[in-house]
């Protein structure tokens, strides 16, 4: 079977020889490369192997620690066994889009016609793998912000596009500067991405900045993603839509998931929202992909749509858990303060413990705290040497929560580190 090469020891199979260069060609699966996720969970599998009786501390996983709220697990069951629920969803129940405009509307102060605004995806992320497609020609540029969710620029790298990163730095309080892309690629600008409240560094944006965006957009005559995942936990200040603001809707569309405010992250339930001509695209190229989501599940999330105040309870556990873990990382010698969104925190990570080892790089330091410490995070490189804490950590009581977070302070104050 197959074919031998000049020193093989056994025949390689022809499908080794033929994979599409967007995956990586004839070396796909060869690359050795180990992406910090990967290494995280290796090193993980390490301290579980040979601390058996240890408890690991797991500060790095993005999803809710919770269920979804009984009022959405029982509308799922009451739906299911209904025949009339059983077919294809296709782009999704008229019932679902009047709950999502409605939703948009009480919570952001946006309004949208939910005919022609509103599309259903079965989660965020097949949703912003599929806009480039209706957009991206190759040679042509989608602008993305880092560090961050990387999704859309992996399927405009598959079309042949190219990518511009816009970075995130602390000196523009985490907001890019559109600026920075050149004249010359300004031709081939098609879309530009962004994710605020923002993962990894929780940080807001504001009306003014939006305002700018629309106004980029409009002159250079690109569309805008804004990735609304974590749209709705927010501290200190409403939530606020990139929608509301003034001419967003001929520019672009917002992307917004269930996952996190209402604890669905396995239920794949998200819109896409906004430019009337964009959600058709999106819904055209959905339509080759999918047959929509499970009605139950779709009947379900109108329950959670419907129920804002369920957000309500999440945001007040998020806020709590992050204001313990900023005392906690403060007293450790971090520079940690409350984000205005999502569930992370995001400070820079030290190069060195005193007396004890340095790190070349925040991923280094990440390998160690889960090694020695038994602390689980992510570490983040794009633009600096960071490090993302999430506060979905495994916690059943308010009782709990606190005492996993004076774990987590006795264990980082027992070292000195050195910034």
């Not at 004839?26 to 599998?45: C, L, N, S, V």
């Not at 600026?179 to 530009?192: G, S």
């Not at 020695?372 to 495994?394: A, C, L, N, Q, Y």
């Amino acid at each position: 079977m197959g074919f031998l090469e000049d020193g093989d020891k056994k025949p390689e199979s022809y499908i080794q020889k033929i994979f599409a260069n967007r995956i990586g060609g004839d070396m796909f699966g060869k690359d050795p490369t180990i992406y910090k996720f990967e290494k995280i969970k290796r090193a993980r599998r390490q301290v579980e192997r040979e601390y058996p009786d240890a408890e690991i501390i797991d500060l790095g996983v993005g999803e809710p620690d919770e269920m979804a709220f009984p009022q959405v697990v029982e509308t799922l069951q009451k739906e299911a066994p209904k025949p009339e629920n059983r077919g294809y969803a296709d782009n999704g129940i008229q019932e679902f889009k009047d709950a999502a405009a409605g939703y948009m509307k009480k919570i952001y102060g946006v309004d949208l016609d939910p005919e022609t605004e509103v599309c259903h995806s079965i989660g965020s992320k097949p949703a912003l793998a599929m806009l480039p497609y209706a957009f991206i020609n190759p040679g042509e540029i989608l602008a993305i912000t880092v560090p961050g969710y990387p999704v859309m620029a992996t399927h405009t790298k598959y079309l042949g596009g190219r990518v511009r990163n816009l970075a995130l730095t602390s000196n523009r309080n985490f907001l890019p500067d559109l600026n920075v892309i050149d004249a010359e690629d300004k031709p081939f600008l098609k879309m530009i991405y962004l994710n605020y409240p923002n993962n990894p560094t929780g940080a807001q944006a504001t009306v003014k900045f939006y305002e700018e965006v629309v106004e980029y957009a409009l002159k250079n005559r690109c569309v805008v993603v804004q990735d609304a995942a974590y749209a709705a936990l927010t501290y200190g200040s409403k939530p606020l839509s990139f929608l509301s603001v003034d001419g967003a809707k001929e520019v672009g569309v917002e992307v917004h998931s269930l996952s996190k405010a209402f604890n669905m992250t396995g239920w794949r339930m998200a819109f896409v929202a906004g430019n009337p001509l964009m959600v058709k695209s999106f819904a055209t190229v959905k339509d080759t992909y999918d047959s929509g989501q499970f009605i139950p599940i779709q009947k379900a999330a109108i329950t959670a749509l419907e129920n804002p105040w369920i957000t309500g309870k999440i945001v007040t556990k998020y806020e709590r858990r992050l204001k313990l873990l900023v005392e906690v990382l403060n007293k450790a010698g971090f520079e940690a303060k409350m984000p205005a969104g999502s569930f992370y925190l995001y400070v820079r990570a030290p190069r060195e413990v005193e007396n004890g080892p340095k790190f070349l790089n925040s991923e280094e330091f990440a390998q160690w705290l889960i090694m020695f410490k038994h602390i689980s995070i992510v570490p983040w490189t794009e633009t600096g040497d960071f490090i993302r804490f999430s506060v979905t950590f495994s916690a059943a009581s308010e009782t709990e929560e606190r005492r996993v977070m004076a774990e987590v302070g006795r264990r980082l104050c027992m070292d000195r580190y050195i910034f």
